[in-house]
């Protein structure tokens, strides 16, 4: 299978034509925006934390499938996680796609993004939504 | 040996020993004739040593060298050698105009004339120092074909415009500008004109008297030179009286502790040891272009688009391609294949080996104008083959049929 055939897979070109939790929330507490400036990429998330665990997640963005793809099943991943929880999956998530680290359990169908770490060009893609992530649950 | 396609590519080390690649980014960096790659590597081994140092003969060849450059990048622009400054690349040079004549002769309320189709270089100088002298950008705008809308001129040199600061050849559109009307008109209204040729020195002859400017800016890198060198042209009576933009050894008269004199153009504008080795490669690139000849480049590149554009055209209906369609549009295709995202057909397009950029190119007013968020862009140069464009077309069919149901 070409790296390409690896990476865009069935379940991308799904949450690339229906991304999940797109738009904007009621009541976030917290509103995010995250920009990749070399090519224009952009998105803003929304979260709303309750009791320590991200109650509702949203986002909204313009970018490439991978960049789009990722922030669809992030969103959708983190609800109802801790906070602690969901940073520890931001960093399983990096370390999978930066690092090339066998792609964790939880990760579930994001583990159909562990072919980017082969594409250099495009980690700053899939990382988009999660570097937004971490600097929205920065104390 | 003629001069042939294939001559020329056996000219590039890079390119004659990649067969396999498509290299169709040379509007964001050319690639380098083994002729510029030697000059450099022999100023290195065999006769290196600071320039303006004269006391001992080592340090004499070597600014011989360097001045010997100026005066070939001189004769490549049809310019005076002392009107040819060293800089690092387009984007010094237009910030070396912006800080040094504009925040000196920007009041409040006086105008900078820009266009819509600028790239990043030669607007963020601009707001900076808008920013400190209270002076107003506006932009010449863009038709839908890619053209600037001369008709809006009118209206828009007041007599508060101070400076015209436009691109000779657009990254993106390929759009070359009528920048000899823009400049008869702009000196009318005693705007300053400068010009943004980071494109159209490498791709077309450029004779900076004809243009009626008073600024030319180009970096050596996009003309086969290597990265660190570009020239600042600047028409002497206005450099004359320009003040420096960088201060430092080598641009001085005298120096007290608490004050300075400066030395005359070009020297009052290279402060510091400047990129020696750099300029006297780039001096070779300016050689090399002129022995193909830039008429022949500029041929060339437009056959090349024409070829792929009629392609295009016919063969793939997916792709839109931006730009005016005519004379006045050198080698460059930005384009988008239905609603894919650049970055998504630029990837795939490099599984086959065919080297495109993705995104803004530095250009995000104008792809916010063209209601986009980025476009890949292939753009041709004297080693680009017929054969290579029609890689990139099949290419781009191959792109299609992977992603026909994200199309």
Redesign the interface.
Known sequence: MSLLEELYKEILLRHYKRPLNFGVLENPTVRQPGVNPSCGDSLELELRLEDGRIAEAAWKGQGCAISMASASLMSELIKGQTLPQALELARKFKAMVVEGAEPAPELGDLRALAGVHKLHARVKCATLAWNALEEALKP | MPLTLESIRQDFPLIAGRPDLVYLDSTASSQKPQAVIEAMSRFYRESYANVHRGAYSLSLAATDAYEQARHTLARFIGAEPEEVIFVRNTTEALNLVAYAWGLHNLREDDEILLTEMEHHANLVPWHLVARRTGARIKAIPVTPEGRLELAALDELLTERVRVVSLVHMSNVLGTVNPVVEVARRAKAVGALVVVDGAQSAPHLPVDVKALGADFFAFSGHKMCGPTGAGVLWGRAEVLQDLPPFLGGGDMILEVHLDRSTYAKPPQRFEAGTPPIAEAIALGAAAEYLMGVGMERVWQHDRALLEHCLARLDAELPEVRTFGPRGEDRGGVVAFSLGD?????VA??L??HGIAVR???HCA?PL?RKLGL??TARASFYLYTTFEEVDRFVEGLKQVRE??K??L
């Not at chain 2, 894919?340 to 998504?344: K, M």
């Open positions: 894919l995202h650049a970055h998504d990837c795939a490099d599984q993705a995104g803004h995000q792809h968020a980025s992977f992603f149901d994200w």
